[in-house]
């Protein structure tokens, strides 16, 4: 199982941490895996494309960890419209991705 945890701070995302496989099919071969690490990788790209400086990420063996360093409005649409992607991932593959996140406010 996919494992997603986000961390938030005065409403903005400040940590990420993804860990484990979807074991969807073979290594290689697994399009649960490939969908969250093509949303997640694509959003990674764009941030760091706007400034290198806002994310860290840590990707160390079934572990990635990313810290959001600046809360900066640009970089925030793109990370939560990433979670809204993997939560579409969510409702097709309920037994093989879990997204944990703390309830927070909404902001109108």
Do not use: W
Request: with cysteine; glycine share 2%; charged share 20%.
């Amino acid at each position: 199982m996919i494992k997603i945890k986000v961390e938030y701070d005065n409403n903005f995302i400040s940590k990420i941490v993804i860990t484990g496989h979807a074991n969807y099919d073979d290594y290689g071969k697994d399009i649960v895996c490939a969908a969250v690490s093509a949303s997640v990788l694509t959003t990674i790209n764009g941030i760091i494309a706007l400034d290198n400086s806002i994310l860290e990420v840590d990707n160390i063996l079934d572990k990635m960890t990313i810290k959001v360093l600046k809360n900066e409005k640009n970089s925030q649409v793109l990370l939560n419209s990433m979670l809204s992607n993997l939560k579409s991932l969510v409702v097709e593959y309920l037994s093989l991705i879990h997204i944990s996140e703390p309830t927070r406010l909404q902001l109108i």
